[in-house]
């Protein structure tokens, strides 16, 4: 019980944000956003549908720290 206690005080002090290198997480993004943004401006749904997908899942997985 008291390392459990110890555990959930040092994460509310550390903020329980996984640290992401920001500028690798911009060069990640970067062509995603790209072409999502270019599948937006066609026509067809599906690459609109399967670009936004990508982007979700992978600034997801960024976010949790999975990379």
């Known amino acids: ?3 459990l206690a110890i555990l959930t005080a040092a994460l509310i002090l550390i903020g329980c ?3 992401v290198n920001e500028s ?3 060069s990640v993004l970067d062509p995603l956003m790209t072409n999502h943004a270019a599948a937006l401006a066609g026509d ?5 549908r399967r670009t936004g997908r990508i982007l ?3 600034y997801d997985a960024a976010s949790r720290g999975i990379q």
Request: proline share 12%; hydrophobic share 65%; glycine share 0%.
């Open 1 to 3: 019980m008291r390392i």
């Open 44 to 48: 067809d749904i599906a690459p609109m």
């Open 56 to 58: 979700i899942a992978t």
């Open 17 to 19: 944000n996984p640290v």
């Open 24 to 26: 690798a997480l911009v």
